[in-house]
């Protein structure tokens, strides 16, 4: 019997040592799948930045040989996934990346991390959400923005959005993720999932394959963990390139990423320590090479 070769993804992200967060849950995720995970880290850090303090040591400037290491090798990978960036610089680096290792059929998946619950992170000067968006956004084929990150990449009002999701009918809200999903689609990734739109005790995600627009709803199993958005980009892009359908793709991972909150708040481990993923680990694996 010959094994299938796995697919292989890129994942430009930070390597925080302690904290389940960014590489460190993407190689291990990525991996159960099936897929081989190629890191770029733009940084090292001791652990997360939740926690009071951390080492941190910068690769900015290490970022370019390496790539042009690659380069020497003629890769390409069948995806990219993009996450925190911490500089402007770090964002032209990685869409010079995406130039050069980007094949007509890879899924380049862009989470513009820059912002949570309406704010912008600390430490982003200048017009960090225009870089983003043209650099990276403008190139992907897939982008997760949370609902702050997705009003910052279209003028957007957070508050009215806000607002309108406590209303107890749906139709402005829907009305306005619709519109808000065409000016995304026109800056030109054609597969968009918006998350983290909170209504009551239920969480939605809106999931626009090309027209096909969903609106998909789940209970809130917890308080939100550092790490979580890394896992779920890493499923949902491994699920893509194998394949599967973006909105079975999203259900994948915001399924695991729930189970996964749920399991960490029963056996009470502290929100900064992420969500304690390896117990379900293998129920990933039990869906790897999936077939069609
Ligand atoms: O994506 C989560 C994450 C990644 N990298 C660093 C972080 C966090 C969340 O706190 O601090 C350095």
């Known amino acids: 019997m010959s094994f299938p070769i796995p697919k292989k993804i890129a994942v430009i992200n930070d390597l925080s040592g302690y904290g389940r967060v960014s590489l460190c849950v993407s190689l291990p995720v990525i991996s159960a799948l099936g897929?081989?995970?190629?890191?770029?880290?733009?940084?090292?850090?001791?652990?997360?930045?939740?926690?009071?303090?951390?080492?941190k040591y910068d690769l900015t400037e290490q970022m370019k040989p390496y790539i042009e290491a690659w380069g020497q090798l003629r890769l390409s990978f069948d995806g990219i996934i993009t996450a925190y960036m911490s500089y402007e610089e770090q964002v032209?680096?990685?869409?010079?990346?995406?130039?050069?290792?980007?094949?007509d059929d890879t899924v380049v998946f862009v989470d513009p991390c820059m912002a949570d619950h309406g704010r912008i992170y600390r430490g982003f000067t200048g017009d960090f959400a225009g870089c983003i968006r043209d650099r990276l956004v403008r190139k992907a084929t897939?982008?997760?923005p949370?609902?702050?990150?997705?009003?910052?990449?279209?003028?957007f009002d957070y508050d009215?959005?806000?607002?309108?999701?406590?209303?107890?009918?749906?139709?402005?809200?829907?009305?306005?993720?619709?519109?808000?999903?065409e000016d995304l689609r026109e800056l030109g990734p054609q597969q968009i999932i918006i998350t983290g739109i909170e209504r009551q005790d239920r969480i939605m995600n809106v999931v626009a394959d090309g027209d096909d627009i969903r609106f998909i709803s789940m209970h809130?199993?917890?308080?939100?963990?550092?790490?979580?958005?890394?896992?779920?980009?890493?499923?949902?892009?491994?699920?893509?390139?194998q394949g599967m359908s973006l909105e079975k793709a999203t259900k994948k991972a915001s399924g695991f990423v729930s189970e996964a909150i749920r399991i960490s708040e029963e056996a009470g481990v502290p929100v900064n320590e992420g969500v304690i993923f390896e117990n379900i680990l293998s129920k990933l694996a039990s869906t790897a090479f999936p077939q069609g």
Request: net charge positive; glycine share 6%.
């Open 220 to 241: 809130r199993t917890g308080q939100s963990r550092g790490g979580t958005g890394d896992i779920f980009s890493s499923i949902a892009a491994a699920s893509l390139v």
């Open 160 to 181: 009215t959005v806000k607002a309108y999701a406590q209303e107890p009918k749906l139709r402005k809200l829907k009305s306005c993720l619709m519109n808000m999903i």
């Open 35 to 55: 897929v081989q995970c190629c890191p770029v880290p733009t940084s090292i850090l001791s652990n997360h930045t939740g926690f009071p303090s951390e080492y």
């Open 142 to 144: 897939v982008i997760k």
């Open 92 to 103: 032209r680096i990685t869409a010079d990346l995406i130039d050069r290792f980007r094949r």
């Open 146 to 155: 949370n609902i702050t990150e997705a009003c910052l990449l279209t003028g």
